[in-house]
């Protein structure tokens, strides 16, 4: 994928302490006030969701094993979820699966 045609952003704006997984509140906070803004204003034609955090805060799934690779559309946007490249990083098993993956995320973005 070519850099300038995709966008990287998070589900919440600022680093929970000693990168814990962000809290409920802190998540659908940054979400009403500033990531559906942006999703609004860059209008993609889907969303990858790298991580069970972002998955369940944005179309509400659970366990990236089982769903990645899938394609879900909710509020007529389209969504996919994907291992994070963190968690490919450290168990190194998920890297062709990622790769798998992000080859049909181009497919469906060219």
Do not use: W
Request: charged content about 25%; glycine content about 4%.
């Amino acid at each position: 994928m070519d850099r300038r045609d995709i966008y990287i952003t998070s589900i919440v704006k600022c680093r929970p302490e000693n990168n814990r997984l962000p809290k409920k509140l802190e998540y659908t906070t940054c979400i009403s006030l500033y990531l559906n803004k942006q999703i609004d204003l860059i209008n993609p034609k889907i969303i990858g969701l790298l991580g069970n955090s972002a998955i369940y805060a944005l179309i509400g799934k659970k366990n990236v094993t089982k769903i990645h690779g899938n394609v879900y559309e909710v509020d007529g946007r389209k969504y996919m979820a994907l291992f994070h490249p963190a968690a490919a990083v450290r168990f190194r098993k998920l890297i062709p699966q990622l790769e798998e993956d992000m080859l049909k995320l181009k497919n469906l973005i060219y």
